[in-house]
């Protein structure tokens, strides 16, 4: 009798770890909340179906079926983007004087180059007695713009900043991106906090390619750095075009985790242990993985 109650003492007297989402109190009921991952999943994903078409049950299912794509999707919390978001992506064409050099730049139309455009564009500039030349369009140009007004920041900081190629290098991979070398961060309204002993990982919402906007992931010990985690970001776009950001749109997903330290060894299979995994997901058609291996199933067959 001691020890059941010792048992139930230590169940509930166990805190439950928490995370907060903390924003200024004049955004509070303004903008959209983080909510569970679940909630905002991808739509590609939420609208597919589980099976094939023609394809009999003995077959493969959808990515849809499989419980791991699941869980990356569903696990952890999104911060949805609290306001629509201007992008435009063009290229600038350079104006040369009779000399070749540059005295001028504009932004090119999309297609060939526009001369009638770049005449227009030159009026009333000092290029009277110069034969005016320009060069392809080329430099691939970015801007990115939330409205006019719009204040995230408790400390009155700017929605939008910049970072400096410098501070990853020519070295980094991001320059292979037609604009990959342009490092923007976005002034993240949310501030986490989370319990003793727990961080979070700062990364894309899993599995969602509907944008361009991918982000510099990091891991933040959030239960002691109380203030904003601003997420730098870059376009993986190609294409020169305009868009808006939907706000509500997913953009940080964010995963807590304990902070634990954990063995790593290597060494030769267990067979037995692989032939009874692979013949226990033989008994049955699809969703071995779900029925006998996933500990939510597994909680689920338990507590019921």
């Known amino acids: ?45 939420k609208s597919l179906s589980r099976d094939i078409e023609g394809v009999d049950k003995f077959g493969t299912g959808t990515i849809k079926r499989c419980v791991p794509a699941l869980e990356a999707i569903s696990q952890g919390y999104i911060i949805p983007l609290w306001a629509d978001l201007h992008v435009k992506v063009s290229r600038r064409i350079n104006i040369l004087n009779e000399k070749g050099e540059k005295f001028a730049e504009i932004e090119a139309a999309k297609g060939p180059v526009d001369q009638d455009h770049v005449m227009q564009h030159l ?3 000092e290029f009277e007695g110069h034969k005016v030349s320009t060069t392809e369009a080329g430099e691939w140009y970015i801007k990115f713009q939330f409205k006019d007004g719009l204040e995230v920041g408790a400390l009155g900081e700017k929605s939008l900043s910049g970072h400096s190629w410098n501070q990853v290098g020519d070295s980094c991979d991001l320059k292979k991106f037609s604009l990959g070398k342009v490092l923007v961060k976005f002034t993240n309204p949310w501030v986490i906090e989370t319990s003793k002993g727990w961080s979070v990982q700062i990364k894309n919402p899993a599995n969602n390619f509907e944008w361009d906007i991918c982000l510099m992931e990091g891991v933040v010990d959030t239960d002691t750095y109380h203030t904003n985690i601003n997420f730098p970001f870059f376009w993986r776009g190609s294409e020169e075009g305009e868009w808006v950001i939907p706000r509500g749109t997913p953009i940080a997903h964010v995963i807590p985790f304990k902070r634990e330290s954990i063995k790593l060894s290597t060494g030769e299979i267990d067979v037995n242990k692989l032939k009874i995994c692979n013949q226990t997901l033989a008994t049955k058609i699809t969703g071995g993985y779900r029925s006998y291996f996933w500990h939510k199933r597994k909680k689920a067959n338990l507590d019921g």
């Open 1 to 45: 009798m001691k020890q059941l109650f010792q048992q139930i003492y230590q169940t509930f007297s166990k805190t439950k770890p928490e995370i907060k989402f903390l924003c200024p109190d004049h955004l509070l009921g303004v903008i959209p909340e983080p909510v569970e991952a679940s909630k905002l999943m991808p739509d590609w994903f």
């Open 123 to 125: 009026i009333g500039e």
